[in-house]
Structures are given as structure tokens and as C-alpha cells.
């Protein structure tokens, strides 16, 4: 193999040289000189091309920077064009005939992903699109299957006994999902039951049964919107905010660190968080109802002329205590699926800030989807079973 030379035409002493030369039978040598700076006009990396076209069976390229008096990010630039070609006929690059700085920028250089262009995609057909999709869908599955069972043997270790959180962090989770969202939680239930008072009221205006106002919005609010609303509402409160501090522990690497230490983070970190909700949201759904009524009650009273008295007693008439059982059984298991969408979503965070936003959108989304399919679920097996 000819050896190629290229110098750039420069009068001073310091022009950066290159020379290309063969080192074996299967390997490339360049030889660096001079001073590799943007200062002066650099060589081309087309002679690096141009003598890999001569010899198809190079596999390997070496470097000889003796002879370099100093670089900056020229010489960077230079060998990340080396390394793109090589890289493109998987030829072996080997760094340790450079500089020590310039092999750490390199590496730094490259556990840095590019940053991604948004372009043109070509058209995909429905195929390609449905499986993909398919397989996006089974790998969440298979996720979460995984993250549920790590929580249940996370609670199986604190039924032992041996589960290891702080109780001071379950103590400032539960003032969190529990005093401190009773405000989101009075306005939103107020205005769900004032408006479903205000839709029945005027139907059932029309035929003179106005008194049965009272027997809608508590059944409503007992059965379906006390639970589903309490548990939307911590959706997007709670959930969210789980998803995003898990997700910065890991962007900090806090996660990796419990780990380190021999501390399960499922145990410290996830455990406490599904307590408060589970032994919260039933409260929450119990508080909701009793807004939503008295947010019925205002319409009832008001707008329908009738007595508080006659109302309350319409509403205590209509509502037995399986009606709140199932409210309150539906807010159990809407806590605990909140729980594990926030922050299985926030366990699963990638390493970067904007990966912390995705994962707490995700937990929102995730949430509400559980939510109301497994309200979907129940309606139709308590309707089956007669409750």
C-alpha cells in the first residue's frame, strides 16, 4: 500500500501534518505533527477516505502524535471525522497513540448521545406500525407484571417485619396525600355534585319528582363519582409528584446509591408512598361523598325549593351502607393503582431532565387509564353479582 502525506500549506514551522502509512498488513497508521489548532488550516480527513479506498482489508487504525506541539478542539474535530468513517466499514480504531486529554474528550464525546434531528420519516404501513405498537404494549405489561410483584414482595417483607423505610418519610407522604389535598379535593367534589343536582334537576322538574335530586347525587357520589373523582384528582396531584421525585433520584442517581448501600429502594422508597395512598384514599373517598352531597343539597334547597330537613332524609332513605361499601372498596383499589403508576413511571425514568417530565406525565396518563378501566370492570361485575 502506497503511503499518503498531506501538510497543510502554511510557511510556519508549527503547520499541522499528516501522514498516512501502512503498519502491517492489516493496519494504518497516522502520524500526527505541529500544532493542531483552529488557528491554522487543518488536513483533510478525505486522505484518511482516500487510503482506506486503496486497501479493503484494513482493520485497524493507529495514531503517532509524537510529533504535535499543541491542539484544541481542531484535533477533536479531526478524529471524530476519523473515527465517524472508520466506524462505517468497522475498522478498529485504537486511541492509545494519543494524548491522554484527547482520549478523555473522546470518551466524554461519546457517552454523550448526539442530539436527536428531527427529519422526514418515510411512510410506514399498518403493519410495521401495529407491531410495533404490539411490542410496545407487551413490554410495558411485561413492566408492570414485573413491578407489582416487586411490590408485593415488598409488602410481604413488611408483614415479616423486616421492610426497611423511615417512618418519618410515611409520616410526611401521608400529610402530603392527606390533609394537603383536602382543598382540590372539598372544590372539585362541591362542584361534581352541584352539577349533577343541577342536570337531574332539570329533568325530573319536568315531571314534578324533584325530591329524587336527592337520590341521584347521593347515589352518584356513593357509588361512582365520590371514589372515581378522589382518585383522578390524586392522579394527576399524586401520582405525578411521585413519578417526578423518584424520577430526579434517579436523573441524580440516588436510586443507584440505595442500591450500593445494600438498601432496597422498592422498600424505602416505593413502600411508603403505596401505604399512604391505600390507607388515605378510602378517607378522601368517604370526605368526597359527603362534599358532593352537600354541593347537591345547595342546588336542592335553592333551586328546587325544597327543605334541607326533606332532603337530607330523601338522601338517608336512598343510600344503603353497601352503597358506601362499594364507593369505599372502589377508592381502596384506585389508591393502590395510583400508587403504582406514579411511581413505577418514576422508577422507570431515563437519566435526564426531560425524561423526569415524561415520566410524570406517564404517571398521569397511567393513572387515569387504570382507573377508569377498572371502574369499568367493577360496574359491570357488581351489576352481575346484584350490588
Same mark, same amino acid.
Given at each position: 500500500?502506497?503511503?499518503?502525506?498531506?501538510?497543510? /500549506?502554511?510557511?510556519?514551522?508549527?503547520?499541522?501534518?499528516?501522514?498516512?502509512?501502512?503498519?502491517?498488513?492489516?493496519?494504518?497508521?497516522?502520524?500526527?505533527?505541529?500544532?493542531?489548532?483552529?488557528?491554522?488550516?487543518?488536513?483533510?480527513?478525505?486522505?484518511?477516505?482516500?487510503?482506506?479506498?486503496?486497501? =479493503?482489508?484494513?482493520?485497524?487504525?493507529?495514531?503517532?502524535?509524537?510529533? $504535535?506541539?499543541?491542539?484544541?478542539?481542531?484535533?477533536? /474535530? @479531526?478524529?471524530?471525522?476519523?473515527?465517524?468513517?472508520?466506524?462505517?466499514?468497522?475498522?478498529?480504531?485504537?486511541?492509545?497513540?494519543?494524548?491522554?486529554? +484527547?482520549?478523555?474528550?473522546?470518551?466524554?464525546?461519546?457517552?454523550?448521545?448526539?442530539? &436527536?434531528?428531527?427529519?422526514?420519516?418515510?411512510?410506514?404501513?399498518?403493519?410495521?406500525?401495529?407491531?410495533?405498537?404490539?411490542?410496545?404494549?407487551?413490554?410495558?405489561?411485561?413492566?408492570? +407484571?414485573?413491578? +407489582?410483584?416487586?411490590?408485593?414482595?415488598?409488602?410481604?417483607?413488611?408483614?415479616?417485619?423486616?421492610?426497611?423505610?423511615?417512618?418519618?418519610?410515611?409520616?410526611?407522604?401521608?400529610?402530603?396525600?392527606?390533609?394537603?389535598?383536602?382543598?382540590?379535593?372539598?372544590? $372539585?367534589?362541591?362542584?361534581?355534585?352541584?352539577?349533577?343536582?343541577?342536570?337531574?334537576?332539570?329533568?325530573? =322538574?319536568?315531571?314534578? &319528582?324533584?325530591?329524587?335530586?336527592?337520590?341521584?347525587?347521593?347515589?352518584?357520589?356513593?357509588?361512582?363519582?365520590?371514589?372515581?373523582?378522589?382518585?383522578?384528582?390524586? &392522579?394527576?396531584?399524586?401520582?405525578?409528584?411521585?413519578?417526578?421525585?423518584?424520577?430526579?433520584?434517579?436523573?441524580?442517581?440516588?436510586?443507584?446509591? @440505595?442500591?450500593?448501600?445494600?438498601?432496597?429502594?422498592? =422498600?424505602?422508597?416505593?413502600?411508603?408512598?403505596?401505604?399512604?395512598?391505600?390507607?388515605?384514599?378510602?378517607?378522601?373517598?368517604?370526605?368526597?361523598?359527603?362534599?358532593? $352531597?352537600?354541593?347537591?343539597?345547595?342546588?336542592?334547597?335553592?333551586?328546587?325549593?325544597?327543605?334541607?330537613?326533606?332532603?337530607?332524609?330523601?338522601?338517608?332513605?336512598?343510600?344503603?351502607?353497601?352503597?358506601?361499601?362499594?364507593?369505599?372498596?372502589?377508592?381502596?383499589?384506585?389508591?393502590?393503582?395510583?400508587?403504582?403508576?406514579?411511581?413505577?413511571?418514576?422508577?422507570?425514568?431515563?437519566?435526564?431532565?426531560?425524561?423526569?417530565? +415524561?415520566?410524570?406525565?406517564?404517571?398521569?396518563?397511567?393513572?387515569?387509564?387504570?382507573?377508569?378501566?377498572?371502574?369499568?370492570?367493577? &360496574?359491570?361485575?357488581?351489576?352481575?353479582?346484584?350490588?
Amino acid at each position: 500500500m502506497a503511503a499518503v502525506s498531506a501538510t497543510a /500549506t502554511q510557511s510556519t514551522k508549527q503547520a499541522p501534518g499528516l501522514e498516512i502509512s501502512p503498519a502491517g498488513s492489516d493496519s494504518l497508521l497516522l502520524k500526527l505533527s505541529g500544532a493542531w489548532t483552529l488557528a491554522n488550516p487543518l488536513p483533510s480527513s478525505g486522505d484518511f477516505e482516500e487510503a482506506l479506498g486503496t486497501g =479493503e482489508s484494513v482493520r485497524r487504525v493507529a495514531f503517532d502524535t509524537a510529533g $504535535i506541539t499543541e491542539w484544541d478542539s481542531g484535533l477533536l /474535530t @479531526f478524529l471524530l471525522k476519523i473515527e465517524s468513517q472508520a466506524g462505517e466499514r468497522h475498522i478498529e480504531v485504537e486511541p492509545e497513540g494519543l494524548p491522554e486529554g +484527547v482520549r478523555r474528550l473522546l470518551q466524554l464525546a461519546a457517552a454523550v448521545p448526539p442530539k &436527536a434531528t428531527h427529519k422526514a420519516e418515510k411512510p410506514r404501513n399498518f403493519i410495521a406500525v401495529l407491531g410495533e405498537q404490539s411490542l410496545a404494549f407487551f413490554s410495558d405489561a411485561k413492566a408492570t +407484571v414485573t413491578f +407489582v410483584g416487586e411490590s408485593v414482595q415488598a409488602f410481604g417483607a413488611l408483614l415479616r417485619g423486616k421492610a426497611r423505610f423511615r417512618g418519618t418519610d410515611l409520616a410526611l407522604v401521608l400529610q402530603d396525600v392527606g390533609p394537603a389535598a383536602l382543598p382540590i379535593v372539598t372544590l $372539585i367534589s362541591f362542584l361534581v355534585g352541584l352539577i349533577l343536582a343541577f342536570v337531574g334537576a332539570v329533568q325530573l =322538574e319536568q315531571f314534578g &319528582a324533584q325530591i329524587y335530586v336527592a337520590n341521584l347525587v347521593g347515589l352518584a357520589m356513593a357509588r361512582e363519582m365520590g371514589a372515581m373523582m378522589a382518585g383522578i384528582i390524586m &392522579a394527576g396531584r399524586t401520582g405525578a409528584a411521585f413519578a417526578a421525585q423518584l424520577g430526579t433520584m434517579q436523573v441524580n442517581e440516588e436510586i443507584d446509591a @440505595f442500591k450500593t448501600l445494600g438498601i432496597q429502594p422498592m =422498600e424505602f422508597l416505593v413502600l411508603p408512598r403505596m401505604l399512604a395512598l391505600m390507607l388515605m384514599m378510602p378517607l378522601l373517598t368517604i370526605y368526597a361523598n359527603v362534599v358532593g $352531597i352537600l354541593g347537591g343539597a345547595v342546588v336542592g334547597v335553592n333551586m328546587l325549593d325544597l327543605g334541607a330537613t326533606q332532603y337530607f332524609n330523601q338522601t338517608q332513605t336512598a343510600l344503603g351502607t353497601e352503597d358506601f361499601a362499594v364507593g369505599l372498596f372502589k377508592g381502596s383499589v384506585f389508591g393502590v393503582l395510583i400508587a403504582i403508576a406514579g411511581c413505577m413511571r418514576g422508577m422507570q425514568s431515563g437519566h435526564s431532565s426531560a425524561a423526569v417530565g +415524561v415520566a410524570a406525565t406517564s404517571a398521569v396518563v397511567t393513572g387515569i387509564v387504570f382507573i377508569i378501566v377498572t371502574d369499568g370492570i367493577f &360496574a359491570v361485575v357488581f351489576n352481575a353479582l346484584g350490588i
